[in-house]
């Protein structure tokens, strides 16, 4: 019997649970920060979508730490058992199939919000590629949950390359959709194209960095189909889907109170107003004259008054006016 590499099997698979572990850290801190910041909204579909991503995601991490329990615990020193998959293994991908495809779809959400029914072809072509990706991901499942040893998964490796290479595809076919249709709703306002241009860098980058997971993903299982340090990257890629997009729902309230695109901003203006002008009756009856109407004398006025250094200075004081500015939002 051909001894198994510790360190490039599960050594790399107890790596990804730890770092897997620290991202499900930072996953909880932005779902926290987003219930504060939207505490008084009452129940939308984005806290459901919020619930639902950290729900998964904290049953990706359970499922993992089983599987590591379960080879690492449980069976040490027994080698043979290390050749089977255990349930919660193959749980793992059907968890992680839920994680990456809700967000594709929220983001495609995302496109047809930003869109406005401008680009029905392109939604329609994202959501069919979106729904045939996960068509795959299912696939990919029911074939894992009828083999009982990893050493059967290599029948089936067309179907891990064809699921990473398709999450890949979306991911840049998002990111682009979303930089195209942000970058055409540019209004000319400096601060509106400011932020437009905050969105869609965070876009691309958010795309970047799970386009990479998956494309280490397959580099690693095409160089080393051998060991499992394609699955510790593997093991990562929905936590990072499902940080992206957190990140990109917390960073549209930052941007709307410093950009001033989701909340009003007083602005003080300081108004000179002339002095008053009247029209005085030709009647003589009602007649009355202007010096006694509008001036007052130094003596009316108590000392205390604001208004008597202005007075004893012969300054006409201005008035300062707050005017409520509400800021172009789209």
């Not at 496109?111 to 959501?127: F, H």
């Not at 509106?192 to 241009?197: F, G, I, K, V």
Request: proline fraction near 2%; glycine fraction near 6%.
């Amino acid at each position: 019997m051909e001894l198994l590499d510790m360190d490039n099997t599960f050594g790399a698979l107890y790596i990804g649970t730890i770092v897997d572990a620290i991202l499900f850290g930072i996953c909880t801190v932005q779902v926290f920060i987003y219930l504060q910041t939207h505490r008084d909204s009452g129940l939308t579909f984005y806290k459901l979508a919020v619930y639902w991503l950290w729900f998964f995601d904290a049953l990706h991490v359970c499922a993992v730490n089983h599987t590591m329990y379960y080879y690492l615990i449980t069976n040490y020193g027994n080698p043979l058992a290390l050749a089977k998959m255990v349930w919660s293994f193959k749980a793992l991908i059907i968890i992680d199939a839920l994680n990456v495809y809700t967000v594709h779809l929220l983001y495609l959400q995302r496109i047809w919000i930003v869109s406005q029914g401008r680009t029905r072809i392109l939604v329609a072509s994202v959501t069919i590629i979106i729904v045939s990706a996960l068509a795959v991901g299912i696939l990919l499942a029911w074939e894992t949950f009828k083999r009982q040893f990893f050493s059967d998964l290599s029948g089936i490796q067309w179907l891990v390359y064809l699921t990473l290479g398709t999450a890949t595809m979306i991911d840049c076919l998002i990111a682009s959709s979303l930089c195209y249709l942000l970058n055409t709703s540019k209004t000319g306002f400096t601060k509106t194209d400011m932020t437009l241009r905050t969105l869609m860098r965070d876009v691309i980058t958010t795309g970047c960095l799970t386009s990479i997971c998956s494309v280490a993903c397959i580099i690693t299982k095409a160089l080393m189909p051998d060991n499992f340090i394609f699955l510790g990257i593997e093991l990562l890629l929905s936590k990072l889907y499902v940080n992206s997009y957190l990140a990109l729902l917390n960073v549209r309230h930052y941007l709307g109170q410093d950009g001033g695109t989701s909340v009003s901003r007083r602005r003080s203006q300081r108004v000179y107003r002339p002095e008053l002008q009247a029209n005085v009756s030709h009647d003589g009856s009602l007649q009355t004259c202007k010096a006694d109407e509008f001036q007052v004398s130094d003596h009316d006025i108590a000392p205390e008054h604001p208004a008597y250094d202005y007075i004893k200075a012969g300054v006409t004081r201005p008035i300062e006016v707050v005017v409520e500015m509400e800021p172009f939002s789209k």
